[in-house]
């Protein structure tokens, strides 16, 4: 920095915040930099559940062990205790909260972002619902309550609207109020709300959309009552560099695309190269909130609309998903991963049939055969397993790689012109500055290290690994072409003994033997 004061470090000293999500993927990310870049707040309330036998005490110590949390670790590490959680779950009446942790948060909050959500795609309405929009109610009902409320920050995601081909910075009105929604999924059982959810929720594709669809209209019905304001993240992916280059946890959207790919478990995708590929780096999405944040709680007078910002990069720095494909299999040719199912030469195909073609002879049967041949030798299969698992999430992703979309963000790139001083760097949005040779280089390398734990120190190991893939793909290949021209070359045969056959037969019944003495007599 260059020792310029920072307007929003400035408005976050001494304030509470109370974050929802924080477990998460941009959740952490959030926390990271709040923690490490505004360092004068005072604290941060996050609601957070014991998990899999883990307590809330191990869970934080857990996830400050993250490499991601290094430079708090060794630059500031009592930022830590400005960190309070209070045991609790968005799925709970009253968030779970106890009565002395909900009138502390009433008294001491002052801002307040809400990202927990469900991110599967594939989920049934009933769970989307419950976390996705009633988990919203429940924090929005919490933020009533704040004396001091400046700004409530709801995360939505820029794909919440599927059927608005052009995607403003507004509010759009649900065709079906979502308190309707809710009520519905309240007294419905579960088999009875599957058969109707396909034309509830149309056009939306899954659950996860069309919640957050009905939880934005939602946030608009407490507008202009509380401070509320609803930022649109497209696809996370990776951060260019902070907290570090390619950090990521998780395998959700191209991400599990890429890592699927690289060891050769992908190898066929349904997508259109030609359209373009809407994604935003965590860190800048991050970024984007927290200046969203400042910008809508330092506002003199409220505007007469819900302020709307697409966290989006728009035209700014536009890429296809042909050129996300060409780039990184170039990159993960270099660095490959030690352990992997199959060479990795997938490739996206723009036609449905072409690409199921494809799925059959390379994905499930290879994965039949695999599992056959686990239980010849007695072995637990697991390909079939894993197989259906990636053809579930692949379906459900198509839908964003064979439509397209185009967002306004020119609230948001107005905002990012409004930075001063050493905001300009400290919460930088440069989409237009981001290198797609060095970006997709970092996110496979950050996969490779972070989410697989394979060791850099791997890579020639890994390199030999990969070339012998190559030759066991290619003898594969020549042996799959050979049998099928052995089988043209029989079935011709085959077919040219059976018309021999049946000419015979026809030439020796008897009124064919009369024709053609006939015909002999008449020459």
Not at 361 to 388: E, N, S
Request: hydrophobic residues 40%; positive net charge; proline residues 5%.
């Amino acid at each position: 920095m260059n020792g310029s004061k920072s307007e929003i470090g400035e408005f976050f000293a001494g304030r509470s915040l109370l974050i929802t999500g924080a477990s998460g993927f941009m959740g952490k990310v959030l926390l990271e930099k709040l923690l490490y870049s505004c360092p004068d707040i005072h604290q941060i309330f996050i609601i957070i559940r014991p998990k899999r036998g883990k307590t809330v005490e191990a869970r934080i110590d857990e996830m400050f062990k993250s490499p991601m949390f290094h430079r708090l670790r060794d630059e500031r590490p009592g930022a830590f205790k400005k960190l309070v959680p209070f045991n609790g779950d968005v799925l709970q009446e009253r968030l779970g909260l106890t009565e002395a942790a909900q009138k502390r948060l009433e008294d001491e909050v002052s801002v307040v972002i809400h990202s927990a959500a469900t991110l599967r795609l594939e989920s049934r309405l009933k769970d989307a619902v419950e976390m996705n929009l009633i988990g919203t109610y429940r924090v929005l009902e919490l933020a009533k309550q704040i004396k001091n409320l400046k700004v409530f920050v709801h995360v939505s995601t820029a794909f919440c609207h599927v059927d608005v081909p052009v995607m403003e910075e507004k509010v759009y009105e649900s065709p079906i109020s979502p308190l309707d929604i809710m009520k519905m999924c309240d007294v419905m059982d579960e088999e009875t709300l599957d058969i109707i959810t396909p034309r509830v929720m149309n056009p939306h594709p899954n659950s996860y959309t069309y919640s957050k669809r009905l939880a934005e209209d939602l946030v608009n019905n407490y507008f202009p009552k509380l401070p509320v304001c609803i930022v649109r993240p497209s696809i996370v992916t990776p951060a260019v560099k902070e907290p570090l280059p390619g950090w990521v946890d998780n395998l959700n959207g191209p991400v599990g695309l890429l890592v699927g790919g690289s060891k050769g478990v992908i190898r066929s995708m349904h997508c259109k190269a030609e359209y373009l590929a809407e994604l935003i780096p965590v860190d800048y999405a991050i970024n984007g909130i927290i200046v969203c944040t400042w910008k809508v709680a330092t506002m003199k007078e409220r505007t007469k609309e819900l302020p709307v910002y697409n966290l989006t990069q728009g035209k700014t720095n536009v890429v296809s998903w042909g050129k996300i494909l060409e780039v990184g299999r170039g990159i993960a040719y270099q660095y490959p991963y030690t352990m992997m199912l199959w060479y990795p030469d997938g490739n996206i195909r723009s036609s449905k049939f072409v690409h199921n073609l494809y799925s059959v002879f390379c994905h499930w049967l290879p994965a039949y055969l695999i599992d056959g041949l686990l239980f010849i030798f007695g072995q637990k299969r697991f390909m079939i397993r894993v197989q259906t698992k990636i053809a579930t999430g692949l379906e459900v992703l198509q839908y964003f790689t064979t439509r397209q979309w185009h967002f306004k963000n020119d609230k948001l790139l107005a905002l990012r012109e409004e930075l001063k001083g050493a905001d300009k760097e400290m919460f930088a949005m440069p989409f237009e500055e981001v290198n797609i040779e060095h970006y997709m280089k970092d996110c496979i390398l950050g996969a490779r290290h972070y989410l697989m734990k394979e060791d850099p120190a791997s890579l020639p190991r890994a390199r030999r690994t990969l070339k012998m893939m190559w030759l066991l793909d290619r003898t594969v290949t020549l042996l799959f072409y050979l049998f099928i021209a052995w089988m043209i070359v029989s079935s011709s045969e085959t077919l040219r003994g059976i018309l021999d056959s049946i000419l015979d037969t026809f030439s020796s019944a008897p009124i064919f033997q009369r024709a053609i003495e006939k015909t002999d007599s008449s020459l």
